[in-house]
């Protein structure tokens, strides 16, 4: 007989595989851990396949166990997505919508969306959530967003769906004061090895608390990007910002580019995330359609977006319009 495991047995299974252990894998699934051992015992007997190798301290994958979780993984995709498509088949109008905006989208292109969605949906409540894109792609994948507007989605979130709708551009700044602007030259690592680097650190663990383009030996980690803008501002350190964020104090003379060799300037793709089991219902789709076209008028590179910003005459919501773009 041909064995026939369910979709719950697989479901456990994948927990079991992700979270490392039988008892981590009972706490996310909110079930007894001898549930989820017998769940487990009576799929390995179906298959008649050892998935774990249990002499360990905690359960470790067999070579078969590890490519059974594959297949797991992608059935538990398709139900997902059969999910989706039913609910958005059945689903009227929302009555609130959860939206997470991070710092890499311009505010005012935020306002102009959320004014034409007052006025198009004024019956439906909105909750707004902004913050770093750590933040957002976080809570939708903690199911606290109905729609986040943010960065890049780590691939290995399989229960976020993600679509890219424009790029954001990360470059070093400082304050004109600081020694790093006074020094009108390319800088180099030894130039700023020494000099205090502010950082935003993701209490999320979404990156995997990993660190990119820090290269003082004095970095200073603070919650938010608001926070470490203030601080550029007042000549405490340097660091990368999204020219979203500090296009106002580029225009106006509050903070100017770095030229640092080993730091790169970063295009960083920014992606509407959603719930892959639970997907935008109309209002919430109208959102991600009005952010695709208000991010689709803007340049493609980094270069572009700083020689549009150049002339001093500038008015500061169109250099904030320049900042982002889609492709």
Wanted: proline share 6%.
């Amino acid at each position: 007989m041909l064995p026939n495991p369910t979709l719950d047995q697989l479901q456990v299974f994948v927990a079991v595989a992700e979270a490392g252990s039988f008892s981590a894998a009972a706490r996310r699934l909110n079930r007894a851990q001898s549930v989820v051992s017998y769940t487990i015992a009576n799929l390995e007997a179906q298959l008649q396949l050892a998935l774990f190798d249990r002499s360990a301290r905690n359960p470790v994958l067999t070579a078969a166990g590890r490519g059974i979780l594959e297949d797991a993984r992608r059935m538990m995709a398709d139900l997902d997505t059969l999910r989706a498509r039913a609910s958005s088949l059945t689903q009227g109008l929302e009555a609130e919508v959860h939206l997470g905006v991070s710092v890499l989208v311009p505010e005012h292109v935020t306002v102009d969306v959320l004014r034409r969605f007052q006025e198009t949906f004024p019956n439906v409540a909105l909750r707004l959530t902004t913050g770093s894109p750590f933040r957002v792609i976080d809570m939708v994948h903690k199911g606290q967003l109905s729609l986040g507007i943010g960065g890049q989605s780590p691939r290995d979130l399989e229960d976020v769906a993600s679509e890219r709708i424009g790029l954001s551009f990360m470059a070093a700044m400082a304050a004109p004061d600081h020694a790093l602007a006074k020094a009108g030259r390319r800088l180099l690592l030894a130039d700023v090895r020494e000099e205090t680097q502010i950082v935003v650190a993701d209490d999320t663990g979404v990156t995997g608390n990993n660190d990119f383009n820090v290269f003082s030996r004095r970095a200073w980690r603070v919650s938010d990007m608001g926070t470490k803008r203030q601080l550029l501002i007042a000549g405490l350190g340097w660091g990368g910002m999204p020219l979203s964020v500090v296009a106002h104090d580029i225009t106006e003379g509050r903070l100017v580019q770095l030229d640092v060799e080993p730091y790169e300037p970063i295009d960083m793709p920014v992606e509407a995330q959603w719930p892959r089991a639970l997907p935008p219902g109309p209002a919430g789709r109208w959102l991600l359609e009005q952010y695709r076209q208000s991010l689709s008028h803007c340049p493609t590179s980094l270069g572009t977006a700083l020689q549009k910003m150049a002339p001093a005459d500038t008015a500061p919501q169109d250099a904030a319009a320049v900042l982002l773009a889609s492709e």
